[in-house]
């Protein structure tokens, strides 16, 4: 799980816009659906756009879009991975 979530942070950045062109609540980032903090850096997820598919991610005060590929990760309980090794 911690490995999947490292690898967050090496997403690719489908699109950037710059500080204030986007508002977050309506993006679901203010408040955010879920959050992650790596080396001091919070990086908070919303909803994902409509036409792509792609995910609205705030870092730093800029938004960006990434691929939808990690929100069951996000959205895990800290127990999922240690119950689903449970045979």
Excluded: C, N
């Amino acid at each position: 799980a911690i490995e999947r979530l490292l690898a967050i942070a090496h997403a690719p950045i489908r699109k950037r816009f710059e500080p204030g062109a986007l508002d977050p609540a309506k993006l679901g980032l203010a408040p955010p659906q879920a959050e992650l903090r790596l080396d001091g850096t919070a990086i908070a997820f919303g909803t994902t756009d409509a036409i792509d598919g792609d995910r609205y991610a705030l870092a730093a005060g800029r938004v960006a879009m990434l691929p939808d590929r990690f929100s069951v990760v996000l959205h895990e309980t800290p127990d999922a991975e240690i119950l689903a090794r449970k045979p």
